[in-house]
């Protein structure tokens, strides 16, 4: 595997369902991140990790709660979401002192039934 | 708050013309990037620019930053089906800093 990858890529689940969103990178990347894009809206910064540590939420309401074991592997676990949480979720990644530079996944397409 | 403009939201062209869209912002970016995304798919990145006046060629894409860094341009020269997709402006305030990208460019190239 190389780049960003991003399990599923597809995602129905009900609101009072449990699931979770990963993402992994093979770029030797120690800053990751996840976003949200909706139609029509500027992709969204949700989360941001350095170094398996959170720097930044983004006022992000808590039913979204993520997950960084190490600098390879995020998490965003999902639960008792709302049908307008239904967007794609990109996950990214680059050095953490070249941010402006990231490096995305595919993205999980999740639909909130 | 949009901090990065992007002009035109839509555009629809034929097979061989020529196109340009627009980044526009009232803030200094310290670098700006350009991304394509495709659908169902995540953006890619196509170029960094970090220095006032800059032109990047990438291919048929031309890519210029502004003097006063503010705003950037991508532009194609004799577009092609393949080039279709949404393009990203982003830009960074400084290096640590996180990304705040434009609403995006929906690109599609009629042959």
């Known amino acids: 595997e190389t780049g960003v990858t991003q399990t599923p890529r597809h995602l129905v689940m009900g609101m009072t369902n449990k699931k979770s969103l990963k993402c992994e990178q093979h770029l030797g990347h120690n800053a990751m991140y996840w976003y949200k894009q909706s139609a029509k809206k500027p992709l969204e910064l949700m989360f941001v990790?350095?170094?398996?540590?959170?720097?930044e939420n983004n006022s992000v309401p808590s039913r979204f709660s993520p997950e960084c074991p190490n600098s390879s592997h995020l998490f965003l676990h999902l639960h008792t979401l709302q049908p307008e949480d239904s967007a794609l979720y990109l996950c990214a990644s680059s050095h953490a002192g070249a941010s402006y530079e990231q490096y995305f996944g595919p993205g999980t397409r999740l639909t909130v039934t | 708050t949009q901090l990065l403009e992007q002009s035109p939201q839509f555009l629809s062209i034929q097979e061989g013309e020529n196109l340009t869209v627009y980044c526009n912002s009232s803030s200094v970016f310290s670098s700006l990037q350009w991304y394509r995304q495709e659908p169902g798919e995540g953006p890619v990145l196509l170029v960094t620019v970090v220095t006032g006046g800059e032109v990047k060629k990438l291919k048929r894409l031309t890519f210029q930053f502004g003097d006063a860094r503010k705003d950037s341009s991508l532009h194609i020269t004799a577009a092609q089906p393949g080039d279709t997709g949404l393009y990203l402006c982003?830009?960074?305030?400084?290096?640590?800093?996180?990304?705040?990208f434009g609403q995006g460019t929906e690109l599609s190239v009629k042959p």
């Open positions: 982003a830009g960074a305030r400084n290096q640590g800093g996180k990304l705040i």
């Open positions: 990790y350095n170094f398996k540590e959170q720097t």
